[in-house]
């Protein structure tokens, strides 16, 4: 399965409904603090849309959810490494992408067999605190270097200017977050981001 260039992180089933139909092929569902039957809704209706828009769902952190809806993939941060069950969402056929900052945290993911292996935060960040400093462009290569034929994602602080040094400099997907969720207007920011990403579809 060939992931998309373009790699937006969204919080709800609203935002799923607002960006896919623009010509998205690959997003990721990160819901925080809701309850488990408000969450597993929203995954079921992500993923339906998705898959009547030719989009690849990928589903953050709660991996029996998408085990029970059928889901065909499955992020998980380091920390949600400690608490999946890896052979369960094996035997599922679903697949994995893995957060990493760190070179530990890279081994550790390798260890899992991932689909593919998230590097960031490339830039500084504003979504959320972390104890990382900006990864940068030169470690980009060397992530892409240790992990070969598995896709890497550039994630962190990305803008359309940034975008293509972080392409150039191995990335195979960038993700994008406030970039999208924080702009006045998302649906044009969206299909800048698309038409940007576009040559590197293969």
């Avoid at 709800?12 to 597993?40: F, H, N």
């Avoid at 957060?99 to 959320?128: F, M, N, Q, W």
């Avoid at 962190?156 to 999208?180: K, M, W």
């Amino acid at each position: 399965m060939k992931l998309d260039p373009f790699y937006p992180i969204v919080d709800s089933y609203q935002w799923i409904e607002r960006l896919v139909p623009l010509g998205v092929r690959l997003v990721q569902l990160r819901i925080k603090d809701q309850d488990a039957e408000s969450t597993r809704e929203q995954i079921r209706q992500s993923f339906a849309l998705c898959r009547r828009h030719d989009c690849q769902l990928i589903v953050n952190d709660y991996w029996q959810h998408a085990i029970d809806l059928g889901c065909d993939y499955v992020h998980l941060g380091q920390e949600d490494l400690d608490d999946a069950d890896l052979h369960a969402i094996k035997r599922a056929a679903i697949r994995i992408g893995i957060s990493t900052h760190s070179g530990e945290e890279l081994e550790r993911a390798l260890s899992c067999d991932p689909d593919y292996v998230a590097l960031g935060p490339i830039y500084p960040t504003i979504l959320k605190k972390m104890p990382w400093q900006p990864q940068g462009l030169e470690r980009i290569g060397k992530w892409k270097a240790l992990i070969g034929n598995i896709p890497l994602v550039g994630i962190g602080g990305l803008t359309p200017e940034r975008a293509p040094g972080v392409l150039e400099a191995g990335a195979d997907i960038v993700s994008v977050v406030t970039d999208i969720t924080l702009n006045q207007d998302p649906e044009s920011r969206t299909q800048q981001w698309i038409a940007l990403c576009a040559p590197h579809r293969q």
